[in-house]
């Protein structure tokens, strides 16, 4: 980037405060996921990411049309820039970090506490670097990217996809490898069946969000971090993880499928997020109108009185 952003510095501002936020949202990530192998005492997680580096997958429900494409490029290029990074585990008090590094190949030192510190394998105890694989995955689902569609202007959302899926199966063939080899716990055939159906739909150009779900169970197969957004991260975004939780307890958790539009309905009529949007509008209900509302998928569209409200 140096000899680009030397001739371009107004670019070089716009990369640095779209790759802060991304790495913000990595070390969220991954401290959460931290913190989850500890309470799960899963020492495998720590193996693994020692091993074959940490899985993290954005999804971007954003469209390709107008001032929302510009923000997926930049999306884009920021995530991608995290390759570049690494993570230490330090025996610091827990949550204390610092930033090492130059450009955007930062190092983040993380303190996991005595506690963690002594649970981990002693190989992840040299404090060698943990790796990061970035995956971004995007899906259109508002008026907006119908009208790209119709446009023929969406080839970005198939380019970035594409790239997605190459990721995703390199860290898919080095997580496949590292299980065999460990004999750590890992469904290796519901996963391949999973992954089979991504590449079979990575590359449709419809509105379809089966793809996903199906990209959301790989993840979590490989025990990898999850960061869903879109313009405003609280209408479509909020369909979408509010989805993903009832498709989550109807694979791991047993709920049955007559329950299954229930249990949508009620999570994003009574949830927190209709607390977020009236913390971020002061509005509770989703800025959705009668017309957005036809055009979402049936996946994606909320219960009635729940959606209404006038700021995007």
């Given amino acids: 980037f140096k000899s680009y952003f030397a001739s371009h510095p107004d670019i070089e501002i716009r990369m640095n405060q779209c790759f802060a936020q991304a790495l913000t949202s990595l070390f969220s990530t991954f401290y959460t996921s931290v913190l989850h192998a500890y309470s799960c005492q899963d020492a495998n997680f720590f193996c693994q990411i020692h091993r074959i580096g940490y899985l993290i997958q954005f999804e971007s429900l954003l469209s390709t049309y107008g001032d929302e494409q510009a923000m997926l490029e930049d999306h884009w290029v920021a995530i991608n820039a995290l390759a570049r990074c690494s993570f230490i585990l330090t025996p610091d008090a827990l949550g204390e970090f610092t930033l090492e590094g130059l450009s955007y190949g930062v190092i983040v030192k993380l303190g996991v506490g005595p506690d963690i510190w002594l649970f981990l394998p002693p190989e992840v105890a040299k404090q060698d670097r943990i790796t990061i ?80 779900g199906h990209i959301d169970e790989a993840v979590r197969l490989m025990q990898g971090g999850r960061v869903t957004s879109c313009k405003s991260a609280k209408d479509r975004t909020a369909m979408s993880v509010t989805y993903e939780m009832v498709q ?32 971020n509008t002061g509005s509770s209900k989703y800025a959705f109108n009668a017309l957005q509302l036809r055009i979402l998928p049936k996946e994606f569209r909320p219960p009635p009185g729940s959606y209404g409200g006038k700021v995007t």
């Fill in 248 to 279: 989550l307890l109807s694979r791991d958790h047993d709920l049955m499928t007559r329950d299954h539009d229930n249990a949508l309905s009620a999570i994003r009529s009574h949830g927190v997020r209709p607390l977020n949007c009236k913390r």
């Fill in 133 to 212: 694989s970035p995956c971004l995955v995007t899906k259109g689902v508002n008026e907006q990217q119908l009208l790209a569609d119709r446009m023929g202007s969406n080839s970005i959302q198939g380019t970035i996809n594409l790239e997605g899926l190459c990721r995703l199966e390199v860290y898919y063939t080095s997580y496949r490898q590292w299980a065999t080899v460990t004999k750590a716990p890992s469904d290796q055939g519901r996963l391949e069946k999973v992954m089979s159906r991504i590449a079979r739909q990575i590359r449709c150009s419809s509105r379809d969000v089966s793809l996903l």
